[in-house]
Every structure is written in C-alpha cells, then in structure tokens.
C-alpha cells in the first residue's frame, strides 16, 4: 500500500494546523480518571508549535450521545487537563458526536471542519477504523499527515505481522464472526493463539464441548479454526450460575453444568499460558481472557503478571487489557506496594501500549484502516 504521510516530513510553518485526537477518556463526576490518551498527543503538539504552525485547533469525541449535545460529555475537563500538561497554545472545538453528521460522513460537515485549517493531521489512530467525517471526509479538502503516535501506532503494528518464531498471541472478547479474518492471519504467522472471553467459548462448542449458558456467537466456528492444535482454549474455567453471581467454582471445560456460564480461564489454564508468554521472544495481546467488567479479573492479571515480569517484547492493545496492568499492584509482583511505571516499561522499548482496540484488531486482520488510506490519498 502507498505509504502515509508523516507530519515530520510536513511543512508547517504558518500553516492552521487541524489536529484530530483521541481523547474518548473514562471520566467520572468531571473527574479524568485515565489521561495516558491526553498525553500521547503532547509530542506531536510540540512539534507543530515548535515548527512554527500559526495555530493549532483540536477536534476529538467523547462517548457516544448519538448526535445530540450531552452535559456530561463536554470535553471541557479534558481541554483543561491537556492545558494543565503543556504550554503549547491551541484551541479545542466541543464534542464532534454532538452533530450527527459527524459519524455519518457528511462531506458538508468535513468541509467545515476543513475550514479550520491549512493542514490536517490524524493524532487518533484508536478512531481510525471509523469512517466518520473528522476521520475520512476532512482529508479530502486538506494536505493530510500522521502524527507522531499514529506513526509509531503503524510501526509497531507492522512489526507484530512478521513475529520471529515461537511468537504467541493471547486474544480475547467476544465476537467470533468479527474476528475469523483476524484468527486466520495470526494462524499464519503466530506459532500458537491463545483465546480467552466468549472466543474461547465459541471454540469450544464447536469442539462438542458443553458451555452451558456462555456467550456464544450466533456463526458456527469453521472447521479448518474450531481444529487448529495451534489454536489452544482454556483446559479449565471458572463458573457461575445465574442465580448465584459472585461465587465461582473452577472446573474442568468438560465438566461445565447446563446452568452454568464460563467467566474466565481456570487457575491451571492461567499458569501454563502464564508460563508460555514468559518463553516466548513476542506477544501479542488484546483482549480480556474473563468477564473482567464483572470482576472476573484472576486470569488477566495472571497474564499481565507474566508479561511485566518476563523478557518478551510485546504489543499490547484493548481497554480492559490496558487496565488490568495499570491496576496490578507490584505486591501482585512480589516487589513492594506501588504501581509499575507503565510508562517506564514503554519506554524501554520491551513492550509498546497500542491506544488502538478495535484499531488494533482491524488492523491486524486486513492490514489497513479508513484513515490511514485517507491519508495516503493526497
């Protein structure tokens, strides 16, 4: 494919600069509790304010409020954070999702935010996989550009397609029927695929195994993927009855009763995957190996355990994924009682923290996005 413009190769000087970012936050009561996404757009920030840009103006979306204003999704304590974080002068627009038009691809709609300025430059490679206005539809009226982090954000996926041998991939979730293409091209390059979430759960019927009452998706798994030996399933699994949430019982995958529902991969499961992602050279990782929203969190965390503990490089991606290592306590590690600098980590270069989740995935399954080909257009 054409490759993508870099703004570092962009001539920027006295231009308006249009930069759209990915700051869809986790707030609560005006409160950020997860600025990493407002962060990573700094970088590219200074660059443009460093390289003499006349101005700089942000548009981003927050939530979902279905093209209509919503109080609690201003992106005011956003703007204020990011002003709290850098010096650099710009200007920030409200919530694009408050027009309608936005996630409809409107091209009038792109066309008035192409007004604001003279270049545009995508700094949201997680939004990338949309086809909305601010994504796909504003490219077309202006000299296009990668930021910085969309940039490393391609890089690193690139690298994950070609992983030397011996590489696992661990995947999660739900949505079979989204993620065959993915399944296929990790097959072909990944020498084991470890699933976790409804995933493992839709292989393991069409393996004839009982999944009780769990998620299964409505498109059988073919047959070529339900036998993969490289495709590996939990052995064991935590359970729990409708009836009787909060009080999981381990069990064998063969021993699951009708009632019952699988909420994460078994203790057994959890530490020979564990030990695998210590040995491995590279991992790939997205995705949540239980219902971790419901507090089934126990195989995740043993997974991300081994992951900052061991040498493997690896790229990480998936918002719950995401959470669970910046929630393990190092007490979890055995080395004391605060966080790891997650940061720290990424910038050792070991292991690389993708903003993108369905991005990500995308990505890895078809080996482009909207907004990357919309920035190869020009």
Do not use: C
Request: hydrophobic share 40%; no cysteine; charged share 30%.
């Amino acid at each position: 494919m054409p490759e993508i413009r870099d703004i570092k190769d962009a001539d920027i000087e006295n231009k308006r600069t249009l930069v759209r970012v990915d700051f869809d936050v986790p707030i609560a009561e005006g409160r950020i509790l997860d600025d990493v996404r407002i962060k990573a757009v700094i970088p590219t920030l200074e660059l443009l304010h460093e390289s003499g840009a006349a101005k700089i103006t942000l548009i981003a979306h927050l939530g979902r409020p279905n093209g209509k204003t919503v109080e609690s999704l201003r992106l005011v304590p956003v703007e204020a954070r990011l002003r709290e974080l850098t010096k650099v002068p710009f200007e920030m627009r409200e919530n694009l999702r408050f027009d309608p038009r936005e996630e409809a691809n409107d091209e009038n709609f792109a066309k008035e935010l192409a007004a604001l300025g003279d270049i545009y430059v995508n700094e949201a490679f997680a939004d990338s996989h949309r086809a909305h206005a601010s994504i796909v539809g504003v490219p077309k009226f202006l000299p296009s550009y990668a930021g910085l982090r969309f940039m490393k954000e391609v890089d690193k996926l690139r690298e994950a397609q070609t992983p030397p041998v011996g590489s696992v991939a661990v995947i999660g979730g739900a949505k079979f029927e989204t993620k065959e293409p993915l399944l296929r091209n990790l097959l072909s390059a990944y020498s084991q695929v470890l699933l976790g979430g409804a995933l493992a759960d839709d292989v393991l019927k069409a393996r004839g195994m009982p999944v009780g009452e769990s998620l299964v998706a409505e498109v059988g798994v073919p047959t070529e993927l339900a036998g993969s030996e490289r495709i590996l399933v939990p052995a064991d699994v935590y359970l729990e009855e409708e009836d009787d949430k909060g009080s999981a019982r381990a069990a064998m995958t063969g021993d699951v009763r009708k009632e019952e529902r699988i909420v994460d991969i078994g203790p057994s499961t959890a530490a020979t995957w564990a030990q695998k992602i210590s040995e491995a050279p590279f991992v790939l990782w997205n995705g949540p190996m239980g219902i971790y929203e419901e507090g089934y969190r126990a195989g995740t965390d043993a997974l991300a355990v081994a992951l900052i503990k061991g040498g493997a490089r690896a790229i990480v991606g998936g918002g719950d994924t995401l959470a669970a290592l910046r929630s393990i306590q190092d007490s979890t590690l055995k080395q004391g009682s605060s966080r790891p600098d997650l940061d720290e980590i990424e910038k050792s270069g070991r292991i690389f923290f993708s903003m993108g989740g369905g991005a990500m995935l995308k990505y890895l399954a078809e080996g482009t996005l909207p907004g990357l080909e919309a920035l190869t257009r020009r």
